[in-house]
C-alpha cells in the first residue's frame, strides 16, 4: 500500500513511544488516525488531544468507522500485542494490510536518506542529539524517536528535509525492515533472549542489519563490540569510543558541573565541546550523534551549537529536583549494563553523597537471564529498593522474583523489597540525599507524584 493513497491509519497498541512517533506523523498529514491500548497514559491523552481516536478495550466495535474500509486504512502493530488479539485478529481476517512499525520506518528510510541509531543501549539518547543537531542545522531533519526529547516535547520531528533520523530497535528483529543511508551502532550487549534464545543469534541479527546500509552511505561503530559487521561495497565504515577510534575526545573537562571536550574526527576536529545535559555517558553518545552528524554535512559550528543546546530525553537521566540539598532523577535504564553505565555516571557526578535507587526490574525473562549482572552494577549504589517485577508482554516463571536480584546485591549495599503500592508512602516517610528512579516499567508514573512529596518536604 502506497503511504500517500492511505485515508485512515490504526494502531494496535498505541501508547508505545515508538507507535506514537509515527502516529503523529500521520495525524500531521491530515489522515484519520485511530487505535487501541491496554491503559491511558499522558502519552495517550497528549495524542488524544492531538486527534487520535484511542479506545482502551479490546473490541473491534470500538474501531472507528473511518478505520473500517481495508482498501484505505494501514493496520500497523507492535510486536508486544500478543498473535490472538481480536482486533488483530480481526484486521488479518478482513482483508486489511497489517504491517509492523518497523516496515512503515522502512519505507521512510527508502523515501528519505536515514540516519539510525541501534545498539542494546544508547541508542535513544544517541538518536534524539543526532536529531536535535541536524535540525537546528542548514540540513534539517524529519525523525521518529524512542524517547521524548525535551527541546521539542515530542518524539517526532517533520520537515522537508532528505534526512530522517531512526532509532532502530532490535527488538524482534525489527531494525531488518529499514534501508539505513548511515548507522551508528552503539553497544551489541545480548538482550531481549526470550526472543533471540542466544547471544550468537542476537550478535548475527546486528550482522544482518549491516548489510541493509545502502551503499555509499556509512557505518560508525562503537570500538571493540563482539559483532562482526558485513558491508555491502562502497559503505564506508568508521569505529568511536570515548578516547580511541576515529571519532573520539580528548582534553574532557568535568567540573562545576559541566563537561566539556574537544571532538576529534577524520573530516574536521571541533574544539571546545560542550554537553548541554552534562553527563559522563553523554560524552560517547555525542560523539557517536556527532560523528553521524558530521558524515551528513553538518558545519562545526552546528555540531558545537547543536550539542551545547542539546536538553536531554524524558526518562533518561532525566533531573527532577537538582539542589545541595536533594537530588531527584528518573532514568529508563532496564538493562544491565544501561543501570552499570547510569549508577557510574551518577556516582562520578555526586561522589560523596549517598545515592538511593529504586529500581522495578523489567521482564521475567530478563530477570531470570541477567539477575546476577543487575545485583553487580546496582552494587555501585549505596541503597537498593526493589519492586515487584514489570510482567509486560510476560506471563510469571515460577522462582523468577526481584528477590533473586536482593540476594545478590554486594555485602554493605542498604537494601529493601518493597510492593509497587508501598513506593509513595517510603519516599514520603524517608528523607534522601540522591535518589533515582530506574527501569522501563510503569514506575515512572509515579514519577510526578514523587517530585511533589519530595518538593514538599523541602518546604
Known sequence: MNINELQAVYFVGAGGIGMSAIAR????????????????SSLTRQLEEEGMLIHYEERVDLIPAACADPQTCLVI????????????????????EVQKRAQVLGTLTRQHKGLCVAGTHGKTTTSTMCAHIMHQSHLDCNAFLGGISKNYGTNYILSGSDYVVIEADE??????WLSPYMTAITSTDPDHLDIYGTKEAYLESFRHYTELIQPGGALIIHRGLEMKEHLPEGVRR????????????ENIRIENGEITFDF????????????????PINIENGIAAMAMAQLAGCTADELRSGLASYQGVERRFDFKIKSDRLVFLSDYAHHPK?????????????????????FQPHLYTRTRDFYADFADALSLLDEVILTDIYPAREQPIEGVTSKLIYDRLRPGVERQLIGKDDVLPLVAS??????????????????????????????
Do not use: W
Open 264 to 279: 576529534c574526527s577524520p573530516i574536521a576536529s571541533v574544539k571546545d565541546v560542550r554537553l548541554g545535559q552534562p553527563v
Open 77 to 96: 502493530y507492535t510486536p508486544a500485542i500478543p498473535a490472538d488479539h481480536a482486533e488483530l485478529q480481526y484486521f488479518r481476517s478482513n482483508g486489511f
Open 430 to 459: 524517608r528523607d534522601f540525599d540522591v535518589l533515582i528512579v530506574l527501569g522501563a516499567g510503569d514506575l515512572d508514573n509515579m514519577v510526578p507524584q514523587m517530585t511533589e512529596i519530595l518538593k514538599s518536604k523541602m518546604l
Open 171 to 176: 527488538f524482534d528483529r525489527s531494525f531488518h
Open 25 to 40: 506523523y500521520f495525524l500531521h498529514r491530515g489522515m484519520v488516525v485511530g487505535g487501541y491500548d491496554k491503559t491511558p
Open 338 to 358: 544501561e543501570i552499570y553505565q547510569s549508577a557510574r555516571s551518577i556516582r562520578e557526578l555526586y561522589r560523596d553523597r549517598k545515592i538511593t535507587a529504586i
Open 238 to 249: 568508521y569505529d568511536y569510543d570515548l578516547t580511541e577510534g576515529d571519532f573520539h575526545a
